[in-house]
């Protein structure tokens, strides 16, 4: 408690701008699908094919610029974000055929799931070393929040104006509120950095830390401990995109309509928002390397759970599991790429691990809907799930050993 209150000002900034990123993620824009599909005329297929390359498009982006957290003082480049992403609401809101809304979705994808996540996740993971897994799970409360708060504020805001006015309204809002709210929470922020800078520089010149302390982008494309963590890292967010993206199919599966099955959506939340906490504790006094084995039978589990014909149990356990393992990847995950190649460009390395993450959640509604639709069985591919989540455990145990043993 005492460290949430000495660094509240910093978590809170973490917590807000992972909020923010609401307004690129899927859940959000989810909402606004049908008015979509109904203002530019398209077929639910096209959308789907539209909306996989935009998602690539903002993958690509986020690796391409990912690094510049490193380079720019933070205030200006969060700053820089939120005006960015007003402009991208405000381009959605006034974009007059679908050529020009597609970049402006486009823009709202990268800097939502992309850019902003990023800089919450890189902030909280480079400047917290000794409570670093709780200083990430205080920072990704706000995606549930953002799930919570904006999906439902945006259905609310539809009542009174059409679905484009409402994109107006949310780009006066993060010009207004957002901007100096994210500037406010920034104060004092520049003597945290001095003292960042002072440790790295220290550090250095003694000769303590690791060869690999200051790694690059490129030298983790040489490391196979990367290629044996790759595959648990984009196992959660694949499946769980699944999961929802195909919210009818396990409904019908379970013999629910579509309305009582996403009821059991707040049993993801509960696991989502409590598991990071428990996953941050454990980081903090073991380290997120030894614990990589730790999310991927989770998330085997809970695809399992589906299976049987347990009714209302199955599909909470489901949820759960999957809020769960999503839960306790969050900080896991953000510290095992400052344990292994440290915290100076960290902004770069978890651009190419977040975008590798992106891509697994825009090929996930294709690839399982190619198998849905060449006749493949649902619990089928829940199984195979299951299992090559199971694999990707093995996978990561020698990644828990001393780094310098691989």
Known sequence: MKFIIVNGRFLGFGLFIAFLSSFGQTYFIGVYKPAIINAYSLTNSEFGFYYLIITLGSAVGLNQL???????????YAGTLVVLMAAACFLVYAAPVFWVFVPALLLVRLLGQGLLTHAAMTSMSRYFEQKRGLAVAVAGLGFPFGQAVLPPLAVWLMVSFSWQQTWLVFAGGLLVVALPLVLLLLGGHAVRHRAWQTDQTASSEVGTVDPVTHARRRDVLRDKRFYLMLPALIAGPFW???????ASDVAAFKAF???????????YALGSVAAPFVGGVLVDRYGGRKLLAMYPPIFGFGLLFILPNWGGLGVAGFMALLGLGSGVTLPINNAVWAELYGTRYLGEIKALSTSLVVVSTALAPLMLGVLLDTGVLLQHIMLGGSFYCF???????PVTRTPNQI
């Open 257 to 267: 309509d579509v309305a009582s099955y996403t009821a059991f959506y707040s049993f």
């Open 391 to 397: 694999a990707t455990m093995f996978l990561v145990l």
């Open 240 to 246: 769980v995109t699944g999961a929802f993206f195909f």
């Open 66 to 76: 990912g690094h510049l957290v490193d380079k720019i003082a933070l205030g200006t």
